[in-house]
């Protein structure tokens, strides 16, 4: 018999019913350092008082309008975001599924506009993760997102991770634009390098493409800039984030350059909830966070020492851990012979809380606010784990 709640999770074995800073406490009492910040959405922690203060002021005086009316906090929240990176415009919405759905069609309608109407398709990565509309599962290509769902939407070509020749090959006279995360989330914690991300630009400008990066998962900050690509000295044509950039309120946004939103004109595209007064005053504050002086200068050192800090446990555990991955503070070991999913289970239970991605990758996305002493607890609860499964192992064999 189906559960009233749809069973589309495999759940883990915890319910919590608060959280405060770095730590999540159940409803037993019991804490738990997070390192999974609800898949990178809380980088400021649990309940950031001036997160909480935005919310409740705005709360009590007006949650939402129709996008008939003129937002002012969503004005000023666009033009922020635009001083601050590459993109002219942005379109708010609720989540990132909703911002990949918007920069898809945007890559269409460019084309269409310049007289290109058969130039619709996208070249993506393989394991990469684009939401779970039927778009955007199409575009990540893998079967465990599109089976059962066929057929897909037409317009996506999968190359393997980081291919340049593949992207080349793909390249034809219908493709549009080519569409990547600049550090992969769901697919392994796997950054894209920087002479691929640069080549891939210049892929672009060769062919009359558009260049859009799904900064969804690795976007605000979280590598130690606003957003990932950045690293890479480039500018794309098209950014979507959500996540982080709500600090935990459902928001997303696609930021586009002048020219590639030169066809998202008055009826092309619309949200009933996207960028209410709500979602607005809360990423505002969370923008106010962020680029405070010095926050990013923070985060880098603290994903250097993190980095540094599981470097030394695959060191200690070089028979089990292949490789440590990732950017700032979006890391990841690979443990290849353990069910990543045990592992997980194993951590919950110690009071620590990672996460599953794939490619046999123990996850970890922290609130960016930790400190020194965090990173000291997650790589002894890793030790701990790491060391009682090698004493299992000894005992079975």
Request: hydrophobic share 40%; with cysteine.
């Amino acid at each position: 018999m189906i559960t009233p709640l749809m069973p589309t999770y495999a759940r883990m074995p915890v319910a919590f019913e608060r959280g405060e800073g770095m730590y999540l406490y159940d409803t037993n009492g019991k804490k738990y350092l997070d390192f999974y910040s609800g898949i990178g959405v809380m980088c400021l922690g649990h309940s950031h008082p001036s997160l909480v203060k935005a919310l409740h002021d705005q709360g009590s005086r007006l949650w939402h309008t129709a996008n008939t009316y003129q937002i002012p906090e969503g004005e000023r929240l666009a033009k922020r975001l635009t001083d601050a990176c590459a993109a002219d415009t942005v379109f708010f919405g609720n989540s990132g599924a909703e911002a990949i759905e918007c920069a898809i069609k945007m890559v269409r309608k460019y084309h269409y506009e310049k007289g290109n109407k058969g130039k619709y398709r996208l070249i993506t990565m393989a394991s990469a993760f684009h939401g779970r509309t039927l778009a955007g599962i199409a575009a990540a290509g893998q079967e465990k997102l599109t089976k059962g769902f066929e057929p897909l939407p037409d317009g996506f070509d999968v190359v393997p991770f980081g291919d340049l020749d593949a992207v080349k090959a793909a390249i034809g006279p219908e493709t549009g634009g080519i569409m990547i995360e600049p550090v992969q989330g769901e697919g392994g914690i796997r950054p894209i390098p920087t002479d691929t991300m640069k080549a891939l630009r210049a892929l672009c400008d060769e062919h009359g493409l558009l260049f859009v990066v799904d900064e969804i998962q690795c976007g605000m900050g979280r590598t130690g800039k606003l957003f990932a690509y950045e690293w890479s000295d480039i500018e794309p044509d098209i950014i979507t984030v959500a996540k982080g950039i709500g600090g935990g309120f459902p928001l997303g946004a696609c930021m586009a350059t002048e020219e590639a939103a030169s066809g998202m004109v008055v009826g092309t595209h619309g949200s009933t909830y996207g960028g209410n007064p709500l979602a607005m005053a809360v990423g505002n504050a969370v923008l106010d966070e962020l680029l405070a002086p010095g926050f990013f200068e923070r985060v880098i050192e603290m994903g250097d020492l993190l980095h540094g800090r599981l470097a030394a446990l695959q060191q200690r555990h070089s028979d089990l851990i292949s490789e440590v991955r990732g950017k700032g503070l979006m890391a990841g070991i690979r443990v290849p012979d353990v069910p990543t999913r045990d592992i997980v289970v194993d951590l919950i239970d110690r009071g620590m809380c990672p996460a599953v991605a794939g490619d046999m990758v123990v996850r970890m996305l922290p609130p960016l606010i930790l400190d020194e002493s965090h990173i000291d607890e997650a790589v002894n609860h890793l030790d701990a784990c790491l060391s009682d499964l090698r004493e299992k192992r000894k005992s079975v064999s």
